[in-house]
């Protein structure tokens, strides 16, 4: 089957597909950002999968998982389990680890993946995300949309794609995490009712990310290397980049120096 | 086990950019990287290379019968460099053809006698030897304590374009 | 970010083996098994003190394991990873305290 398979995708190059294949994948948050992304990177020809996420299916999921049935949904089937079987469906690998936990809990197999691509649902776990990231020398795509709301006004929807790149800018860097968001958000720690979520956000954003990630490892664009931060206006359809890019300073980044990579190290005092 | 190497596509290129220039009189150049561990405790240890330190020109020893030799101050260079960044050390040369590189007789021969000494100065660091060819990376780690050598089986260059190296296990 | 020696010493005093780490650009000081005001339970724990503005507090302290001996305090830091290791830590507005002993003090006295 596989001769005519990626026929289509041919134009990623002469060693496009064996890169991908070669390469290993970390999925952390397998709801409405990483189901999209797990279906793709399968339909794709990703081989290697490491896939964490804690939680079931459950109804209020139903309008955005994709890799969800009403009755995976009525018997609360762990997202992994249901991640796994569809990129088993589309693709036969004997490489797809799944961790129904949260990634911090068991990270080792994480520090392992070539990409990662981050669906997490706030500043501070991205953050973390990151730093695991950046000291394991792994890129990280990240996604995310939210939606708000202020008095009678149109909700506004929004959302990011963010490439953090180890040895170029972080996420604090591009401005997208700041001590003032992270309190703010601390603040509301809590604060009952789950977040707007709905599926077609979740495709434009994840369908880009995999096309990053894609990008990176067959380099089909042959573009120069960039800083990528896109900004999602969802109500007007459009995905652009950050209008921070246009201020970004050419300096190393502060947050993630080059030496601090690796297990850590404490200084004995 | 399965190790693997990563270093930044900006770091690679500054050490093929390095190996690349001509020597007066050796065939090959050598430099030195630098790595930090990772995951050490695990059945997955990972070398993150953190930077690089070439040789000067007069740190060669003319040996026609070699590639290139090193002299004694560069290997205590290295030495050095290994206190004051607690880093381990990994020696790096370039084979000038492509695929995947091997390590030659004398690469073989000689190349492991360097370890011991890096890890006299640096027991709790991996160690090892790098070898590029002209598309293609091998790498030969010698974790702490170790007195063998495992082949990395997942060589990564991070950045644009990312790339990765695998090697069949055996 | 550098502190004095002087302050670092007062937090040796306290706790012998007292280390320093650095991520994402805040300074950490990790105090192994440091010995908690009576009636903690455990009565000693590895302890991080971050000394900067971190998430809308001045500065942060983070315990290896919510004490059991007082469920009561607002937990609401639950396993977050730093420098490799999860830590829990409970909501507690302390002033920005001029010395590293002082900021430490401050978050021990919510466990009196």
Redesign the interface.
Same mark, same amino acid.
């Given at each position: 089957m596989t001769s005519e398979r990626f026929s289509r995708q041919s134009f990623l190059g002469a060693d496009g597909q064996a890169a991908i294949e070669r390469a290993i994948v970390g999925i952390v948050g397998l709801g409405g950002g990483g189901g999209h992304i797990v279906q793709q990177c399968a339909h794709v020809g990703f081989l290697n999968y490491r896939l964490y996420d804690a939680d079931g299916a459950d109804e209020s999921n139903l309008n955005r998982l994709v890799i969800s049935t009403e009755a995976d949904a009525e018997a609360g089937i762990l997202k992994v389990e249901l991640a796994r079987r569809r990129i088993l469906a589309i693709r036969s690998t004997d490489n797809v680890e799944i961790f129904p936990c949260r990634w911090q809990d068991n990270p080792e197999p994480l520090r392992g993946c070539d990409i990662v691509f981050g669906c997490v649902d706030s500043f501070a776990e991205r953050r973390e995300l990151e730093a695991c990231c950046r000291r394991y020398l792994i890129p990280l795509i990240d996604i995310g949309m939210d939606i708000h709301q202020a008095g009678d006004e149109a909700p506004v929807m929004g959302g990011q794609v963010i490439l953090s790149m180890p040895g170029g800018p972080c996420m604090f860097c591009l401005g997208f995490l700041a001590e003032a968001k992270l309190g703010r958000e601390a603040q509301k720690y809590g604060a009952a009712g789950g977040r707007p979520q709905v599926v077609w956000p979740n495709g434009v954003l994840a369908s880009t990310a995999v096309g990053i990630a894609v990008n990176l490892l067959t380099n089909w664009t042959r573009s120069k290397p960039q800083t990528i931060y896109l900004s999602y206006r969802g109500n007007d359809g459009t995905l652009v980049p950050h209008p921070r890019l246009e201020h970004l300073r050419d300096v190393p980044c502060p947050h993630y120096p080059p030496h601090q990579v690796g297990d850590p190290i404490f200084k004995k005092l | 086990m %399965?190790v693997?190497v *990563? +270093? &930044? *596509? $900006? +770091?690679y290129e500054q050490v093929r950019a390095d190996l690349s220039r001509l020597h007066p009189f050796a065939s090959e150049r050598v430099g030195f990287l630098f790595? $930090?561990? #990772?995951?050490?405790n %695990?059945v &997955?240890p990972?070398v993150?290379f &953190? #930077?690089y330190s070439l040789l000067a020109d007069d740190r060669y020893i003319n040996d026609p019968q070699a590639g290139a030799r090193i002299d004694s101050q560069a290997i205590r260079s290295a030495m050095q460099e290994v206190l004051n *960044?607690? !880093?381990g050390a990994f020696h790096v040369h370039m084979h000038d053809w492509h695929g995947k590189p091997r390590f030659s007789r004398m690469d073989r021969t000689e190349l492991p006698r360097l370890i011991p000494s890096f890890q006299a100065v640096g027991l709790s660091f991996a160690h090892g030897l790098l070898l590029l060819s002209k598309d293609d990376i091998t790498a030969a780690v010698w974790l702490p304590g170790n007195t063998q050598p495992a082949e990395a089986d @997942?060589i &990564?260059i991070? #950045? @644009?374009?990312? $790339?990765?190296f !695998?090697r069949q296990r055996t | 970010m550098t502190f004095p020696d002087d302050q670092i010493a007062e937090l040796k005093l306290l706790c012998a083996g007292v280390q320093q780490g650095v991520e994402a650009g805040y300074p950490y000081f990790l105090l192994p098994a440091l010995r908690l005001p009576a009636r903690c339970d455990p009565p000693s724990m590895d302890v991080l003190l971050c000394p900067a503005s971190r998430d809308g507090y001045a500065s942060r302290l983070f315990f290896a394991e919510r004490l059991k001996s007082h469920p009561h305090l607002n937990w609401n830091v639950n396993r977050v990873r730093i420098l490799e290791r999860n830590w829990d830590a409970f909501s507690w507005r302390v002033n920005a305290e001029p010395r590293l002993i002082q900021k430490l003090a401050a978050h021990l006295r919510a466990l009196k």
């Open positions: - | %399965s693997h *990563r +270093l &930044t *596509r $900006q +770091l790595a $930090q561990l #990772g995951n050490a %695990s &997955t990972l993150l &953190t #930077g *960044r607690k !880093e @997942h &990564t991070v #950045g @644009h374009p990312l $790339q990765v !695998e | -």
